[in-house]
């Protein structure tokens, strides 16, 4: 049963970290997109802010997926 448990809790923690890595990215996108300086200036803020968040997302995924096989 621990192990179940184990396993939910990785796919629980998986789904609600990827709802808050979507909704910062938001946050984060709309807030650049607001300032006034024109587009090509913005361009980079989203494109780092995008990597940043999605890259720790991946890494994230990548040990909670390490962790599942390890209590399989």
Same mark, same amino acid.
């Given at each position: %049963?621990k192990?179940e +448990?184990?396993? +939910?809790l990785?796919r &629980?923690?998986k789904r609600?970290?990827g709802l808050?890595?979507f909704?910062? &990215?938001g946050?984060?996108?709309i807030s650049?997109s607001q +300032?006034?300086?024109?587009?090509?200036e913005?361009a980079?803020?989203? %494109?780092? +802010?995008t990597m940043l968040?999605?890259?720790? *997302?991946?890494?994230?995924?990548k040990?909670?997926?390490? &962790?599942s *096989?390890?209590?399989?």
């Amino acid at each position: %049963m621990k192990k179940e +448990s184990t396993l +939910s809790l990785i796919r &629980w923690t998986k789904r609600l970290l990827g709802l808050i890595a979507f909704l910062v &990215w938001g946050y984060v996108i709309i807030s650049i997109s607001q +300032s006034p300086a024109p587009f090509i200036e913005q361009a980079p803020y989203c %494109m780092g +802010s995008t990597m940043l968040i999605f890259g720790l *997302l991946t890494a994230v995924y990548k040990g909670l997926d390490h &962790w599942s *096989l390890q209590n399989k």
